[in-house]
Structure formats: C-alpha cells, structure tokens
C-alpha cells in the first residue's frame, strides 16, 4: 500500500525558514518524481514544486521560486521542503504527491503569523 | 508557470448530468486528469490521462478531452458526489504542473 506522510508542520513568524518532510513508502521511491501541492484555508490546489527521481532536477511555480528549495534523499525514501522567508500567505496544508498516479499524503499545516 | 481555467460552480438535480469543463493551451498535447475532494479530505483521482478510470472509481465519472478543453462527466449525479473537483496538467514542456481553480458541484 503506498503511503506518504508529511510532517513538521507548525506555527512560525514572518521571515523565519521551516522544513517539512514527506515519508515514502509503498512504492519504489527513488524512480518517482514528486510534487509539492498546498492549499490554503477555503482555497484550491496549488502546485508548487516538482523534483525528479534523482533529485537532479527541480522546478518551482512563481510563487515559491527563489524561496522554496525541494530535495529528496532516496536511501531514507524521504521527500523535503526547505522553505526559506515565510510570508502570510503560505499559510496552508502542504501535501506532498504524485497526482498523475493519485497518491496524496494528508498533509501537514503551515501557519505563518506573527 | 502555466494556468488552466475551470468554471467556479456548477449545480444538478440528482439524476442529472453534470458537466465540468478545464481549459488550457497545452492540453491538446497533454493529458488532463481529475481530482474530487471533499472537506477535510484528501484529493481523490477519479480521472487519469484525460478518460481513465482507476480502479473503484464509480463508472457514472468519465472524462474527455478536445483541443485545448478537458471534460469531466458525471452521469446520472448523486448527492455524495457533492465535492470540489480540480483539473491537473503540465505545461507543454511537462516543466511546470498546474491545477485549475477548482470547480464545487452542487447536486440538489
């Protein structure tokens, strides 16, 4: 059964950095791309960031770009996302994914508040 | 980045059949799938590669793509089919992924 299960989200202040985490499992992990997606409160689906398998490429939406840094480390089947200069509006759940084959973890909420 | 457009709502009586369109420049080139999402809930594919159906997906969804618009189909709508549903796709690089808006159907 494949599973993903974020973590680390929590409550931060403007401007501070926080890292999230994804665990893998279920499914060979390291021959996967995988996706950022997050959803702020009574919003729709962004997507955010997608890495290859390897880790060798990476893409970010204008959102995040310059602030946002995804990696993955495939011997702990872990998925990562840095996030660097929080601002309000990344408030949200951030799921970590790979839509096309329909698996979805059940987030983890990042609050940015002062 | 790259944009699909949904229409925001979209209401049935049940029995009914419900249409949900998803528009974008690069979908005559790529494929569209679909996600029904409930409150509090995950997204669920009920649509892959513009017309596939997974497994324990119900057979009233069905999907179809034309030029640069995508279609989800729900025939026959019933009330548990109350969600907000979401498009995905790539742009035509298959660079950058993109969800539209999302679209709450209403069946009443």
């Known amino acids: 059964e494949v599973q993903l299960l974020e973590s680390g989200g929590r409550l931060v202040r403007p401007g501070e950095s926080l890292r999230i985490s994804c665990a893998a499992s279920?499914?060979?992990?390291?021959?996967?791309?995988m996706v950022w997606v997050r959803q702020a409160p009574g919003k729709g689906l962004e997507w955010l960031s997608r890495?290859?398998?390897?880790?060798?490429?990476?893409h970010y939406s204008d959102s995040v770009r310059g602030r946002f840094v995804v990696s993955r480390d495939n011997f702990r089947n872990r998925l990562y996302l840095q996030m660097n200069n929080l601002r309000v509006e990344d408030t949200a759940l951030y799921y970590c994914?790979?839509?096309?084959?329909?698996?979805w973890g059940r987030g983890t909420l990042v609050t940015v508040a002062s | 980045s790259y944009e699909l457009t949904q229409p925001p709502s979209v209401s049935v009586s049940p029995g009914e059949t419900a249409r949900i369109t998803c528009s974008g420049d690069?979908?005559?080139?790529?494929?569209a799938y679909w996600f029904q999402q409930k409150s509090g809930q995950a997204p669920v594919l009920v649509i892959s590669?513009?017309?596939k159906r997974p497994s324990g997906i119900p057979e009233r969804f069905s999907g179809s793509s034309s030029g640069t618009v995508a279609t989800l189909t729900i025939t026959g709508a019933q009330a548990e089919d109350e969600a907000d549903y979401y498009c995905?796709?790539?742009?035509?690089?298959?660079?950058?992924?993109?969800f539209g808006g999302g679209t709450k159907l209403t069946v009443l």
């Open positions: 994914a790979k839509p096309k084959l329909g698996f």
């Open positions: 279920g499914f060979t992990f390291s021959v996967n791309a």
């Open positions: 890495i290859g398998g390897s880790g060798d490429t990476a």
């Open positions: 690069a979908l005559p080139k790529r494929n």
């Open positions: 590669e513009d017309k």
């Open positions: 995905f796709s790539t742009d035509i690089t298959t660079t950058y992924g993109a």
